[in-house]
């Protein structure tokens, strides 16, 4: 899977596999995201903090060449406009999309769902039936956007975001 294009309201949607040329684009729609979405229920303290600490450069280099990672980003006018990373855990034999994040200003352009369908795409390559993902219990939004893409949840887990604590729904959607 290299590149794929789509078009939607007459502006080209380009979807690559990132590079490290896309790192500090990704870290942008990261934080933006991040603060968009979770300032409500965690410190920007803590948003800050976690990102500094889980998407630095130098982390990001290291993800981009693991071999059990692939990331994908969404391209509008050159601009870096989401960021998609999988990533497989052998132990479990399960791909997870560790994050799929879209810039504010490009959410209800179909990106997301684009992403999710290269998440199905990697699954299939890997001859798995299902495609996992985490969403914050308190991100109600996505949590409801997720079930609207066919994503069960069947637990919940503690996850840490510099020091607030946070409920984390775990699901996955069968891919045919």
């Given at each position: ?107 209800g352009s179909g990106i997301g769902h684009h992403l999710l369908r290269l998440a199905e795409d ?26 609207k893409f066919g994503f069960t949840f069947v637990q919940e887990e503690p996850f840490l975001m ?15």
């Amino acid at each position: 899977m290299h590149s794929q294009m789509t078009t939607t309201m007459h502006t080209p949607i380009i979807y690559r596999e990132w590079t490290p040329e896309d790192f500090e684009p990704v870290r942008r729609v990261l934080l933006e995201t991040w603060l968009a979405t979770y300032s409500s229920f965690i410190p920007e303290d803590d948003i800050h903090s976690y990102f500094s600490q889980t998407y630095s450069v130098d982390r990001l280099a290291e993800l981009c060449k693991s071999p059990s990672c692939k990331g994908y980003v969404a391209v509008v006018n050159d601009e870096v406009v989401a960021f998609e990373r999988l990533q497989f855990n052998d132990e479990e034999n399960r791909l997870y999309i560790s994050c799929v994040y879209v810039l504010p200003k490009s959410q209800g352009s179909g990106i997301g769902h684009h992403l999710l369908r290269l998440a199905e795409d990697m699954a299939r390559i890997l001859e798995l039936d299902r495609v996992w993902l985490g969403v914050m219990v308190e991100n109600k939004s996505s949590v409801e956007w997720y079930k609207k893409f066919g994503f069960t949840f069947v637990q919940e887990e503690p996850f840490l975001m510099g020091k607030t604590n946070v409920q984390h729904l775990i699901g996955y959607k069968t891919v045919i």
